[in-house]
């Protein structure tokens, strides 16, 4: 479309002849469209022409209503986006020691070992000589840390704009960083301070779907979860069986900060876990340089005895009378049998002396285990022995041997017997005795050091845990294990 610009108003006869040629073409080209029309349509125009001119002219109605609507909204929607993308904050302007922070921040170049790396195969990957890695290695530290690095030590490298290098830090321990400058043919070492904030802190949750996701989740480390699962709970919770959803669990834990970032979680100090709503209670404390878990009652959790001494295995015999499978007759089966994979650890059922180690008759390879006050195991058909000797102290868990089918054995299975004063009982049924309490002033260091603990967990979950027994007095704890003074008696 072509627009025209109007003449100035002083030029009149431009104007007239101006306004002529527009008339002459206008009645050309009404007479152009009047001959067109009879071209098209000699005739009259039939009811299907007049719909077919209806529809188009509504559709142009349509379209001239609408598009300029469209439009406006277009433009409003591109000017509130604008708005909101260009809206600007005012912030206060980097200080010089900021900027040259920032500045030696984004220098750094953050490197994580991983398995199979050397420093060397760092190096390369980097463009840097290997004559500057010598020189950083003459330092002993440097030397004896970068030299036998874990996966996942993390290194910085400084690098300048031709790709030399100018530092290189790493962690000599939680709290020391160690940052070397390379400056020509010398190293200079810096220890930087990194000062760690330890906090206990109350980890609460429900068991979920998986009580690994869940608890890993709420910031509780895989170790642990499996210190829960496989040393705290494991006498009295089944977790295959005895846990739902629905079960709760809390857990007090130390954690080591670093500049606002966890870098480490210590050891369950205590924890209560509820199962089928009853719940149970574990203290970590320490004496004599071992550390266990106790009850609120100063029990030990850890039991005497294991029931299997063997992991992943299936019961193939029990205690009692039965036909044996070689000799073909009818004789006392004086322990229980669990079938299992060649090669499969055998563990030793709870703290012992070695009071046996060899071939015994149609037991084959054979280990008896004296665990004191007349109790006494036997492990039989092993095919070989764990790394032990007779007369050695095994704590309950220990690898004693593996299974095997030595001796009058039909399959490779463990043979397991259970004797008290030299009487053969059922493992399965026999009653195993309770561990030992804490008494006198070990119970009293216990109470005062836990009670603390249980007092964090009641602040969390004070309704889920008001069955306990009330948290002991830590004053009144030191004041009755003191001794008495006044009238002499003792």
Not at 229 to 234: L, R
């Amino acid at each position: 479309m072509t627009t025209s610009v109007p003449p100035p108003q002083g030029d009149a006869h431009h104007q007239r002849v101006l306004h002529d040629n527009l008339q002459a073409a206008a009645r050309n080209t009404a007479r152009e469209s009047a001959q067109r029309r009879v071209e098209l349509y000699p005739g009259r125009w039939t009811r299907r022409d007049w719909a077919h001119v209806s529809l188009f002219a509504t559709v142009g109605a349509l379209v001239v209503a609408l598009v300029p609507g469209l439009s406006h909204a277009m433009r409003d929607d591109q000017t509130e986006a604008h708005a909101q993308v260009t809206m600007a904050l005012a912030l206060p302007p980097l200080t010089a020691a900021q900027r040259n922070a920032q500045q030696m921040h984004d220098n750094w170049q953050l490197v994580t070992v991983e398995r199979g790396q050397t420093l060397g195969s760092i190096f390369s990957e980097l463009g840097l000589p290997a004559s500057t890695m010598h020189r950083i290695l003459e330092l002993p530290d440097a030397k004896a840390k970068l030299t036998r690095m874990r996966p996942g030590t993390e290194l910085g490298f400084d690098l300048a704009a031709d790709g030399t290098l100018n530092k290189l830090r790493y962690d000599r321990s939680d709290t020391e960083r160690v940052e070397l400058t390379v400056a020509g043919d010398a190293v200079q070492e810096q220890v930087i301070e990194r000062p760690v904030e330890i906090r206990n802190v109350v980890i609460s949750g429900n068991v979920g779907r998986s009580l690994f996701h869940s608890a890993r989740k709420l910031g509780l480390s895989g170790a642990n979860i499996n210190t829960l699962t496989d040393e705290v709970f494991k006498y009295d919770i089944d977790f295959n069986t005895d846990v739902t959803q629905n079960d709760r669990f809390s857990v007090v834990v130390e954690q080591v900060w670093r500049e606002g970032e966890l870098i480490r979680s210590g050891p369950v100090q205590a924890a209560v876990f509820t199962a089928k709503g009853k719940p149970f209670t574990a203290f970590r404390f320490e004496q004599d340089g071992k550390a266990e878990y106790y009850n609120a009652d100063g029990r030990p959790l850890k039991k005497s005895f294991i029931r299997m001494p063997i992991q992943y295995a299936r019961l193939s015999s029990r205690f009692g009378n039965r036909r044996h499978p070689v000799l073909g007759t009818s004789r006392m089966h004086k322990g229980v049998d669990y079938a299992a994979p060649t090669g499969t650890p055998i563990m030793a059922a709870g703290d012992a002396r070695v009071q046996f180690r060899g071939v015994q008759g149609g037991y084959g390879n054979t280990v008896i285990l004296d665990h004191g006050r007349g109790h006494t195991t036997l492990y039989a058909h092993m095919s070989r022995f764990g790394n032990i000797r007779q007369g050695q102290r095994v704590a309950q868990g220990t690898v004693i041997g593996y299974v095997g089918t030595t001796g009058l054995s039909t399959g490779p299975h463990l043979h397991y017997e259970f004797r008290v004063n030299g009487v053969h009982r059922n493992p399965l049924e026999h009653t195993l005795p309770e561990p030992d309490p804490l008494t006198g002033a070990a119970l009293a260091r216990f109470r005062q050091q836990t009670g603390p603990a249980l007092a964090r967990i009641r602040e969390v979950e004070d309704v889920l845990y008001a069955q306990l027994p009330p948290a002991p007095d830590p004053d009144r704890q030191v004041a009755a294990s003191a001794p008495r003074s006044g009238n002499g008696r003792g």
